[in-house]
């Protein structure tokens, strides 16, 4: 092992991903709370994970499910109290995990005090906490497209100014350039570190300095005329210096996790946050597997993904941060669920086995695994009925949109691919009423399916998705070689298979995956000990079923013999 290589809990721990809203309901009104998370804190336990991040929990008027924080030091009234909170803590610190926040810090809520005595007036003491600017001939400052709405801007009446809000207009963008901005941040961070939190999840972290004089994008306009610019707001200089400036008054002296979120970070500007020099995050997440089955106008333009595609993303990002640090995901709650985007739901024995086949595919790669609630036992995709069963901001104002120019059907169609609340309704606890998830009406429909994918089902197969994911962690952490072990790329031209090998110390593992619903043939034979399969039945050695995934492990001797033997 490379002796620059430092060994860390939060490299060696898996992380579970909780959306606390559709976790575990534990009064009745329909929407799960932190109480509820406390009283499924063995469930957690059990699956191996040495880490929760919580989506936010923060008082919010919830315009972005909690991502619009009025109130950074106070709980969100639906998910409980502060007290509700310390026991949460506790009771995650008690069973040897960690806490890790989600910190929003981008944007706030419009409702935060910042912002509504910001908008009073132009020489209010916070007018500078936000990005106020004068129109151009009496219509937006540039021509940047939002997320979330067609332009960034919004007009002020109060004030004849225009608020920048790269995400929806209840969240305007927060002026990092003001110092006392950043100041009053790194105060706020430093109070939940007090309180205990092993760390925070930042949210868009990479987009918090824009671009000096606010350029016009350039590129294709949107069809109401707006151009999507990350080339002035994602990754711009100033923002190393904000991290650098957030680790010396944050982190410095504590033993905390620091993870950042950065949309269209290329895996070099990735590095650049990760580097151990300057260490300003300790990992970021990649979007580019994310975004393999996206058109060139976006999310919403579906294409199909492809294996050459995924294996030179999984490349380029495993060697690139070789000297820093991965995330491996394939889901969370921005995300469809993975089982049917690169999974197959043909039989209940295909979803199974894929479920598990995409587990070992991502989280034997070198990084730390981050799970979102409802992977481990292979939940799906939803049927929703119509768009009165969505509840998302994103998916509503596309389909908005898109009706207008009479597309409603095509986004539709969309938004059941790719729309947030498919990751997003009640985590399927069991096949009785609302998946045991609440006693009331959940605010966000139950995947029917509940009947046969649910955790309690899951825990009298053998044979489940849930078994499976806690062996696979377990595996992984007990293994040197899969925490620290270099990986390669191997089966590179195959059309069905992924496959790759982690080294270390004279010991190999063979990660083989067949990505597809045939019967694939591997190039050569692998051999070693299979130590996990996600299937029963006869092996044949250089044959795997499909979205049949093994692993194998020999020592180097054996794998030279291998390779020498091939000539
Ligand atoms: O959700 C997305 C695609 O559907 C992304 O474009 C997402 O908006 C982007 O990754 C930023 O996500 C984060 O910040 C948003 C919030 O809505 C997301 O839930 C959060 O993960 C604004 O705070
Ligand atoms: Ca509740």
């Given amino acids: 092992m490379d002796a620059a290589i430092e060994k860390a809990w939060w490299k060696e721990c898996a992380v579970y991903q909780i959306y606390p809203r559709s976790f575990f309901d534990s009064n009745g009104d329909g929407v799960g709370d932190l109480a509820g998370i406390t009283q499924k804190l063995d469930y957690i336990a059990s699956l191996g994970v040495g880490a929760v991040w919580l989506n936010p929990v923060y008082d919010s008027p919830n315009d972005d499910m909690g991502y619009d924080i009025r109130n950074y030091e106070a709980i969100m009234q639906e998910f409980g109290t502060m007290a509700d909170f310390d026991a949460l803590l506790n009771g995650l610190h008690a069973r040897g995990m960690r806490l890790i926040m989600d910190l929003v810090v981008n944007h706030s809520s419009d409702e935060h005090a910042w912002f509504v005595e910001s908008r009073k007036s132009k020489d209010n003491r916070y007018r500078d906490f936000y990005i106020w600017r ?65 760390g925070f999840r930042m949210d868009v972290i990479n987009l918090i300095a824009k671009a000096e004089g606010l350029p016009d994008g350039a590129g294709s306009p949107s069809p109401e005329g707006y151009v999507f610019a990350p080339a002035h707001f994602a990754d711009q200089p100033p923002v190393h210096d904000y991290l650098r400036e957030m680790r010396r008054a944050c982190f410095d002296g504590r033993d905390c996790m620091c993870v950042g979120e950065t949309p269209f970070s290329s895996s070099a500007t990735a590095f650049s946050y990760v580097d151990p020099v300057h260490r300003e995050l300790d990992m970021v997440f990649s979007f580019d597997l994310m975004d393999i089955d996206s058109g060139k106008s976006g999310k919403w333009e579906i294409v199909p ?120 309704v009640p985590m399927q606890w069991s096949a009785e009423q609302n998946a045991s998830f609440t006693t009331g009406t959940p605010w966000l429909m139950v995947n029917p399916n509940h009947d046969v994918i649910n955790v309690e089902a899951a825990e009298h197969d053998p044979d489940s998705v849930l078994h499976f994911y806690r062996k696979l962690l377990r595996l992984r952490a007990d293994s040197r070689t899969l925490l620290y072990g270099d990986f390669r790329l191997i089966e590179r031209e195959h059309a069905q298979v992924f496959a790759y090998t982690r080294m270390l110390e004279g010991k190999t593992c063979i990660i083989l995956c067949n990505m597809s619903e045939k019967t694939a043939r591997l190039t050569e034979q692998r051999g070693g000990e299979c130590i996990l399969r996600n299937m029963n039945g006869a092996m044949q050695a250089n044959l795997l079923e499909p979205f049949e995934a093994r692993v194998l492990v020999s020592d180097d001797a054996d794998f030279d013999k291998q390779r020498s033997e091939r000539g």
């Avoid at 400052?141 to 929806?168: C, E, G, I, M, R």
């Avoid at 979102?372 to 998916?395: A, C, K």
């Avoid at 095509?410 to 059941?416: D, V």
Wanted: glycine fraction near 6%.
């Fill in 305 to 424: 993904w492809n294996l050459d595609r995924m294996k030179s993303i999984i490349e380029d990002w495993q060697t690139a941060l070789t000297d820093g640090w991965n995330i491996l995901f394939c889901s969370n709650h921005d995300q469809p669920r993975p089982v049917s985007r690169f999974g197959s739901l043909k039989s209940e024995a295909l979803r199974v086995r894929s479920a598990k086949m995409l587990g070992v595919a991502m989280h034997l790669l070198r990084g730390t695994p981050f799970l979102y609630q409802g992977e481990e036992l292979g939940m799906t995709n939803v049927p929703f009925r119509d768009i009165f069963d969505i509840r998302d901001l994103e998916s509503l104002n596309f389909y908005r949109l898109a009706a207008a120019r009479g597309e409603a059907e095509a986004a539709w169609q969309a938004i059941l691919h790719k729309g947030r609340d498919n990751a997003r």
């Fill in 134 to 198: 004068d129109g151009k001939d009496g219509a937006e400052p540039n021509n940047w497209a939002s997320f979330f709405t067609p332009s960034a801007w919004k007009y002020d009446a109060k004030t004849d100014q225009w608020y920048l809000h790269l995400f929806s207009e209840k969240q305007p963008d927060l002026n990092w350039r003001n110092p006392a901005v950043r100041a009053e941040v790194y105060a706020m961070m430093n109070r939940w570190f007090d309180r205990g939190v092993d």
